[in-house]
């Protein structure tokens, strides 16, 4: 089993900048390919970006390319989004994912944290 615990959401205003979290636990971090998903008010749950397990390779979703970069910190078990111009649409519940295939990392993973919340402001 991994466990992820997101932080970092908050309340923004347009044009802000945030940085999210996600720290994981109980296994091998540099064996998983790591991911970013979310989910906005009424919503299904989207694909935001992934990164491969040593950091070589990173995928975006379209709408936020250029906006946010995905990086992690092996080390320190952990993985960032950094979001910059941020904007109302961002708005969304975002959730940390992990899968050993990076494939399944950017579709179907297999483990879920439990979300943290980014609310962005006109």
């Known amino acids: 089993q991994v466990q992820l615990v997101e932080s970092g959401g908050g309340l923004v205003q347009a044009g802000g900048s945030l940085r999210l979290s996600c720290a994981a636990s109980?296994?091998?971090?540099?064996?998983?390919?790591m991911g970013w998903f979310r989910q906005g008010p009424g919503k299904e749950r989207e694909f935001v970006a992934a990164i491969t397990v040593y950091g070589g390779g990173t995928f975006y979703a379209d709408f936020v390319k250029g906006r946010f970069t995905i990086s992690r910190d092996n080390a320190k078990n952990t993985v960032y989004l950094q979001m910059n111009s941020l904007k109302p649409e961002d708005t969304a519940v975002y959730y940390c994912?992990?899968?050993?295939?990076?494939?399944?990392?950017?579709?179907?993973?297999?483990?879920w944290g439990q979300g943290t919340q980014v609310t962005v402001s006109s």
């Open positions: 109980g296994r091998t971090f540099s064996n998983y390919g």
């Open positions: 994912a992990a899968d050993r295939s990076i494939s399944d990392t950017r579709r179907k993973p297999n483990y």
